[in-house]
């Protein structure tokens, strides 16, 4: 193992534990405005910085003149503060991120996967080792130890349960990535990771209850309440896949059979069936080509992405009429297009009563985010 996936533990007073988290979750800060921050007095504030930085984990950066004129040390934290790893292994490529614990990225590589992948593949997780690797060389030596790795997967997550759940092709991600012995891996699911993304950082920042819901390949949804992740007794919260569908006299619900009718696959055999033989230019290749069509006027492929968004609307309006969660957050390659959102409010509004429907705010990258703020909170509830 080298110098840098050397994970260490420190015994801190509760004192020097609230100054670590204030800097990581806060950024740089005079210990004035520490002390004010944390309620502390001057003497513990003291006691506090002395531990830290004798332990390496925070330095001084310049100074800062306060209101009184007098300049004030500004403390950050340091390089053996650490870093950790975010991991997103999606449905058409993986990404891996290293940030410091304080949210400043120092690495980062993607790589796409040759097709679309509705669950986790060996093909999948081995590229999820490459980009793990080209990250981890990009910082090595530089940025203190590894803390933690969060991989975001669509799977359940890692609670004592929901492991035995999981899909097939799923049990070896953390043993596959390459990580040092010692260095904590977590699977988190990744519709999981993006609500948690859009509420640290996204259109959802501080509400205390909101659901996400993710339409593309497959769909999902993340339920806040009360400030935090509703996982669920089995970690399976949310698993709109798991919805009986369809509910007809005539036919019987599938398992996962919402999954599959609203996920991309179908909806692009749907839109070549709708397509005219003649008149209409060939069939869009995907999704992405599809709404670009509708968007630019073109009449089949306009009925079909509405018919699409009334069906998403359909299912938000099932999470609103359950929950009532105030705020519903669309993500997602297909849900986050602006065609979508226009239709499910009007479903929405149809069907149960006035919610807020909007967009995230962070895209493509909500997952990923989302990993490594969950790889983040991690890394300092075993620090501090």
Known sequence: MDATATVDR??????????????????????????????????????????????????GQG??????????????????????????????????????????????????LPADQPTVT???????????????????????????VVVAAPTLPDTERGGSLRPHGTAGITDELGVPDGV??????????????????????????FAYIQVGVKIGVGIVLDGRLLRGASGAAGEAAMLPFPWSGSQQPQRAGLEQFLGSD?????????????GAGPV????KALFEAAAGGHG???????????????????????????????????????????????????????TEVTIGGLGDRATLLGAVHVAVSRALDSMA
């Open 10 to 59: 420190f015994d801190l007073p509760a004192s020097a534990r609230a100054v670590l988290r204030a800097l990581a979750v806060d950024g740089p800060a005079t210990r004035p405005q520490l002390s004010a921050l944390l309620a502390l007095s001057r003497p513990t504030m003291s006691v506090a910085m002395a531990e830290l930085s004798r332990l390496g984990l925070v330095a």
């Open 63 to 112: 100074s800062s003149r306060g209101a009184t004129g007098r300049s004030a040390v500004v403390y950050s934290l340091a390089a053996r503060a650490g870093h950790v790893l975010g991991v997103e292994i999606g449905a058409t490529g993986v990404r891996a991120a290293a940030y410091t614990l304080d949210g400043r990225e120092i690495g980062a590589a993607e790589e796409r």
């Open 122 to 148: 060996p093909e999948a997780v081995d590229a999820a080792a490459g980009v793990v690797r080209k990250v981890r060389a990009e910082v090595a030596g530089q940025y203190g130890p590894l803390r933690e």
């Open 184 to 209: 904590p891996v977590t699977v988190e699911n990744n519709v999981n990771c993006a609500a948690v993304a859009e509420h640290r950082f996204g259109v959802a920042r501080n509400q205390q209850m």
């Open 266 to 278: 179908a909806l692009m055999e749907r839109c070549a069936a709708a397509w005219p033989a003649a």
């Open 284 to 287: 869009p290749r995907d999704a």
């Open 300 to 354: 089949v492929a306009r009925r079909v992405v509405d018919q699409h968004s009334t069906d998403i609307g359909r299912l938000v309006a099932a999470v609103v009429a359950l929950i009532d969660p105030g705020l519903v957050v669309l993500g997602g390659g297909v849900g986050q297009n602006q065609l979508v959102l226009l239709e499910v409010r009007r479903t929405v509004r149809a069907l149960t009563w006035d």
